[in-house]
């Protein structure tokens, strides 16, 4: 069973930054897809940026530019660096695991606002 546990969600104003970060237990992180996702009430959830187990990166068009996605195989973790921020990323934020079948972090509130 794998286990998801986000960090790093809260208040910025535009233009700023926040680091989100996602540790996982299990064996299985190495060769599973990752992937951020985001919902904001009344809406579906999108994806926002994913990473193959080989590294190979996709992002929200929304994001292309301000956001990274990355992994660290060794800690088990994989990270949402987001810069210039602004009003319309403000959501909450789930970290996705997928090999076979998917699981889920409980989510972290990320708000930008003045």
């Known amino acids: 069973q794998v286990q998801l546990v986000e960090s790093g969600g809260g208040l910025v104003q535009p233009g700023g930054s926040l680091r989100l970060s996602c540790a996982a237990s299990?064996?299985?992180?190495?060769?599973?897809?990752l992937g951020w996702y985001r919902q904001v009430p009344g809406k579906q959830r999108e994806l926002v940026a994913g990473?193959?187990?080989?590294?190979?990166?996709n992002y929200a068009d929304s994001v292309k530019g301000r956001f990274t996605i990355s992994r660290d195989n060794t800690k088990n973790t994989v990270t949402l660096q987001m810069n210039d921020l602004k009003p319309e990323d403000t959501a909450v934020y789930y970290c996705?695991?997928?090999?076979?079948?998917?699981?889920w972090g409980q989510g972290t509130q990320v708000t930008v606002s003045s």
């Open positions: 299990g064996d299985i992180f190495s060769i599973s897809t």
């Open positions: 990473i193959t187990s080989s590294g190979t990166t």
């Open positions: 996705n695991l997928h090999h076979q079948i998917q699981f």
